[in-house]
């Protein structure tokens, strides 16, 4: 596709829920990045992939969070038994290489909100 | 730890200004830096992509530049217009702490006014 694309664009859950965003990322981009972003903060990192693997997860705030990049190319961003402070909005970006210099492509997030 | 910040939080001009953002981070072990601009409720559109071994990037009224060794990036808007109000962020990808992850600084919330 043109860009990276997330949904859903948005999603309400109620506590102890578990949700799955999705990411399509840029068609041929080897790298994947997951980011949450609080209200009037900046993008935290989450996770990365390389391909199919998942090469940096330090970012996930609990083990209720899982991502996963079976094929090498859409991924999932997983919460499980969700909880208040887990409402953000999730960006997801790619980029061409698995190069540290290579620009990242964010897409539009997805923005969670958990009752 | 890298940590990057953004001053100010917030910024208000009349039209036809020109105007300055800053960003701070505290490793100068870094591989790039980067200016995003946010509009509200969207993703983030990459504006200016700076490599280390560079002191500054320009596309059309924007111009960025990196002191690598101050750890200091500024993001200079020439003659602002409406359309520039959006949240501005800088971000780093540092050498060390995770190569392949971009810190981000809080932003910037700018507000051009007619």
């Known amino acids: 596709g043109a860009g990276v694309s997330q949904s859903p664009r948005y999603k309400v859950a109620k506590r102890g829920q578990d949700v799955a965003l999705r990411c399509d990322p840029i068609s041929g981009h080897v790298s994947l990045f997951w980011y949450q972003q609080a209200l009037g903060q900046g993008p935290e990192f989450l996770t990365y992939f390389q391909n199919e693997a998942q090469l940096d997860k330090s970012g996930l705030p609990s083990d209720r969070f899982f991502a996963e990049r079976p094929e090498g190319s859409v991924s999932t961003l997983k919460i499980q038994r969700t909880q208040q402070e887990d409402s953000a909005v999730y960006l997801c970006a790619s980029s061409l290489l698995g190069l540290a210099g290579n620009e990242q492509f964010f897409g539009p997030g997805t923005r969670l909100t958990v009752l | 730890k890298q940590e990057v910040t953004q001053i100010p939080a917030a910024l208000s001009v009349p039209e036809g200004e020109n105007l300055v953002l800053n960003c701070s981070f505290t490793?100068?072990?870094?591989?790039?830096l980067q200016w995003f601009r946010q509009d509200p409720g969207k993703g983030l559109t990459s504006l200016l992509l700076?490599?280390?071994?560079?002191r500054e990037q320009t596309s059309g009224r924007l111009n960025a530049s990196l002191d690598k060794s101050s750890g200091r990036s500024t993001l200079y808007i020439a003659a602002s217009q409406p359309g520039d109000s959006a949240t501005y962020l800088c971000?780093?990808?540092?050498?060390?702490?995770?190569?392949?992850?971009?810190?981000f600084g809080q932003g910037t919330r700018l507000t051009i006014n007619p």
């Open positions: 700076i490599q280390s071994s560079q």
């Open positions: 971000a780093v990808r540092t050498l060390i702490q995770g190569a392949q992850k971009l810190v």
């Open positions: 490793d100068s072990a870094i591989y790039n």
